[in-house]
């Protein structure tokens, strides 16, 4: 059985190897520094979002990665704890930037399923997109895909019924209906809402037939939410621009992005039914076994612990790569998703018997689990064991005040209704089914206080995410006017704080929106009004001079001889691209590891007679403070 490291390897090897000849792009933190618009990095795509529209990437026009992601919808937050839903996961990639087309990818994706994982072919089904008023059907990847079956000696037929499926396994080694179309909703990618300048295009699913219906569906098809046919991979064509006449128009050059959720591979490569049982989840699985003395699963069979089970190795997992990603707990954005997922973890822990603190040794079994692929894990394992324990401390105290809460409001003869039992989870985060118990509700009566709890739930939900769609609003980096002069005023502003506060000054973290500029940074003392000015005229000097923001691309160890400043956190390729501000590298007022967006010259900036203020200064730890400043 090929382990996940080995799995792991034979991708990257695979697409870097002959013919493909792919560079690895690196893996990157899971908090976006410099994209207002996603909470956490939640694709594969990512690191790749600023080259899609033509800005020429350093390491060529064919990449793969591996890339961590992490997805936190409340609604997804509640599929955990079935065989096959993660929230914490890595995505496997490769891109074609205007190089190789569908023609390559299609077969080449096939031969790395087949002939490197070992999948059956015979067990491959396949979507594509149908077509619409935008553009055709995709008969191009239909044509491909019945030849590239065809290799592997599988007939493979368009069916334009997509529930004209096999009944079982057995069955499906003779099917030849693999191909089905689907509408723009489940076959058609793009970056956001249809505007100028937008890119989008078909897409074609993989799917892998398991031969097992876990929900039973009205209707059977392979994009279903039966379980049955489990995605292993999309390919997605991006061959069309939005144009300023409202059509999707065809590209001269077009890229690929493929994604493939690691997990569910390794599941499908190590034939197991179940994503928790490969060797990814298996030790932390082991040790619940150990600290909890019970078992994830009964001679083979689910129980009512096996959920609790799989709950807590991906909030273990997740929570582990936030910390080591540089968030703690909070009441806000990342640390509040953080602080959610420990007491989750708590929540269920007790669930299992567990009422000794547990969460650091859980994360530490993910460290030693996975620090080969993210070695960064190792060296902060001190600092997210002690995080984990602290907010789990800090928890089960929130826990027992609940309690004491409750027991006072049973001895006041308060009855209980949904609104207090809401509020007592909301205020003290005492979950339903023990609020029911310490109040010796009966079946009858707790039925309706559901109702009414999971009414209030509901709407504080649909308030919540209302608010997460305003504040993070699509996934992919904001590239508006604003924000983008806000993004070059942030390196004049790093340079700017170096020079009055001394070189000791690096970012250790930052925030752009189209409003203001967010910088975290290495500096004990709080800045002086007279540090503060000074700051403020160096960057409004250079925002007048009018120097030109050029961009190069040099050998990484080259980039850093000549003092360019690092993104915090941020692995970089052999090859990197550099944006100066000035009118040569070697006189340059600033030097940056950047893919941008980036304005052409800085007296852009200042468009309409605007100043760069600082609002607003902060310390947010040991040694590192925090300002926000604006154009106005």
């Known amino acids: 059985m090929k382990t996940s490291e080995e799995i792991r390897e034979s991708f990257i090897k695979f697409w870097t190897s002959e013919p493909r000849n792919s ?70 990639g490769d891109w074609s930037l205007g190089d190789f087309t569908k023609v390559d990818q299609i077969p080449w994706i096939m031969e790395f399923w087949v002939e490197v994982c070992g ?42 019924d997509i529930t004209n499926i096999p009944a079982d396994l057995k069955e499906g080694e003779e099917w030849s209906a693999r191909i089905f179309p689907y509408n723009k909703k489940k076959n058609w990618w793009q970056r956001a809402a249809d505007a100028p300048g937008e890119l989008g295009g078909p897409t074609s699913e993989m799917f892998y037939d398991t031969g ?18 489990i995605e292993i991979g999309n390919n997605v064509f991006m061959e069309y621009k939005y144009s300023e006449d409202g059509k999707w128009e065809e590209m001269t050059s077009k890229n690929i992005d493929f994604g493939g959720g690691f997990e569910r591979v390794v599941m499908l490569v190590q034939d197991k039914k179940d994503i928790f049982e490969t060797d990814i989840y298996e ?82 079994v993910v460290v030693d689990k996975m620090q080969h692929a993210y070695t960064h894990l190792d060296d902060m394992k001190d600092l997210i064991m002690e995080e984990m324990e602290k907010e789990e401390i800090k928890f089960r105290r929130t826990l027992n005040n609940g309690l004491k809460e409750i027991q006072k409001l049973v001895e006041k003869g308060e009855k209980l209704d949904g609104n207090l039992a809401f509020y007592v989870y909301e205020t003290y985060g005492f979950p339903l089914e023990m609020t029911l118990e310490e109040f010796g509700i009966d079946e009858d009566t707790a039925v309706i206080i559901e109702s009414g709890f999971n009414e209030k739930n509901e709407a504080h939900r649909d308030a919540s995410r209302a608010g997460a769609e305003q504040k993070f609003k699509g996934g992919l980096a904001d590239h508006s006017e604003e924000t983008t002069k806000l993004h070059t005023t942030h390196h004049l502003l790093l340079r700017a704080l170096q020079l009055v506060l001394g ?55 080259d980039a850093m001889e000549i003092g360019a400043e690092m993104e915090f956190g941020q692995k970089y390729p052999d090859t990197v691209s550099i944006y100066y501000v000035g009118n040569s590298l070697e006189d340059a007022f600033s030097k940056e590891f950047c893919g941008g967006p980036h304005v052409e010259n800085t007296s852009q900036i200042g468009e309409g007679g605007k100043k760069f203020k600082i609002k607003k200064q902060e310390s947010i730890g040991a040694g590192i403070r925090r300002i926000k400043a604006v154009l106005e």
């Open 503 to 557: 070189d000791h000054v690096h970012q250790r973290g930052s925030n752009i929106t189209g409003e203001r500029l967010r910088i975290d940074f290495s500096h004990a003392e709080k800045l002086t009004d007279e540090q503060i000015k000074e700051v403020e005229d160096i960057v409004n000097k250079k925002i007048e001079e009018g120097l030109p923001m050029t961009r190069v691309e040099m050998p990484r160890e």
């Open 283 to 364: 030790p932390v699985l082991n040790k619940i076994t150990e600290l909890s003395g019970k078992e994830y699963k009964a001679l083979g069979e689910e129980t009512e612990d096996t959920k609790y089970f799989r709950i807590l190795a991906d909030h273990a997992r997740a929570a582990t790569f936030i910390i080591a990603d540089g968030v703690k707990p909070s009441n806000k954005d990342q640390g509040y998703i953080l602080r959610r997922f420990i007491r989750r973890l708590v929540r269920f822990g007790l669930k299992l018997g567990l009422e000794d603190n547990f969460t650091k040794y859980l994360a530490e």
């Open 119 to 160: 999948l059956d072919p015979k067990r491959i089904y396949v979507s594509v997109f149908e077509g619409n008023d935008d553009a055709p059907r995709d008969d191009e990847a239909i044509r491909v895909w019945k030849e590239t079956f065809e290799k592997y000696g599988v007939k493979a037929e368009f069916s334009e």
């Open 23 to 92: 560079k690895q792009v690196p893996n990157v933190s899971l908090v976006p520094n410099n994209d207002p618009t996603l909470l956490f990095v939640n694709s594969g795509m990512f690191p790749i979002n600023p080259y899609l529209g033509g800005q020429p990437h350093p390491l060529g026009t064919r990449l793969c990665n591996f890339q961590r992601c992490l997805r936190t919808n409340y609604d997804e937050m509640l599929e955990i704890g079935d065989n096959r839903h993660t929230l914490m996961f890595e995505m496997m």
């Open 212 to 229: 097992d219906i876990v929900v039973e569906q009205d209707k059977y098809h392979i994009n279903d939410d039966s379980g049955r046919f």
